[in-house]
């Protein structure tokens, strides 16, 4: 199970929403690209990095600033204002590895199929966040009339193998991860879902490896906050013995 440590940037800072909700940030370094190292140095193998900015409607892609973390040397799923298929390309060729697909993907499902097929299932994830059991969209703004598991499977039939899967209700609150719907979201639909929102403690983690189906976990305020380091929580992902 691969942890992934979050990078959310606004107006060019590493911060943490919580909820979701803009009025509730916490600003935790001016310097993305050293806490991408910082991360690097702990052993991480993939970073998560959100361009709040874009995923909040305004039009910057934060290319700059994804070139520079994707310098560090780790792959990097990007997300957060990719309004288009031409977002996706200038993204992966600005450095990411994986491009998120929300809202355009939500409101167009077929895209994301296009987007398999053009850029290839690896470099695909489709973002399935949620509130109140419905696809929540405009970096949380507004909700759809999408289930998750609905859309999943939607999206699974079009080829994409991976899924981000965020409660929104938890997100940043460390009141744990909601590890019964991300599990079973991924029995549901077959795809490679990834937790996210609400790690509070290294159990979190456990619980998620234990089910056996959770792909990977997005880490930001518990590690932000010194809840744990990111070494034990790749311990914690990789299992008893490591």
């Not at 606004?10 to 935790?28: F, I, K, M, N």
């Amino acid at each position: 199970m691969i942890v992934y440590p979050a990078i959310d940037l606004r107006r060019g800072r590493v911060v943490r929403l919580r909820y979701g909700d803009p009025a509730q940030e916490t600003v935790h370094s001016d310097d993305p690209v050293a806490t991408a190292e910082r991360w690097r140095a702990a052993g991480a193998r993939w970073l998560h990095v959100v361009n709040l900015d874009g995923a909040l409607g305004e039009s910057t892609l934060a290319l700059d600033t994804l070139r520079a973390i994707a310098a560090v040397g780790l792959p990097v799923q990007f997300g957060g204002g990719l309004r288009a298929l031409d977002d996706v390309a200038r993204a992966l060729e600005a450095g990411a590895a994986r491009a998120v697909l929300g809202t355009l993907a939500v409101q167009q499902p077929d895209v994301a199929g296009e987007a398999v097929r053009r850029f290839g299932p690896e470099a695909i994830t489709v973002a399935l966040d949620a509130r109140d059991d419905q696809v929540a969209t405009h970096g949380w703004q507004q909700v759809s009339t999408w289930t998750p598991a609905d859309l999943g499977q939607r999206f699974a039939a079009l080829g994409v193998i991976h899924a981000l899967y965020t409660d929104v209700s938890r997100d940043g609150d460390l009141s744990g991860v909601n590890v019964e719907s991300t599990a079973r979201l991924a029995r549901d639909t077959g795809l490679s879902v990834i937790a996210s929102g609400g790690v509070a403690a290294l159990d979190d983690i456990r619980r998620c490896r234990a089910t056996g189906v959770i792909a990977g976990v997005v880490i930001g305020k518990a590690l932000y906050s010194g809840a744990f380091s990111l070494e034990d929580a790749l311990r914690a992902a990789e299992g008893p013995g490591a």
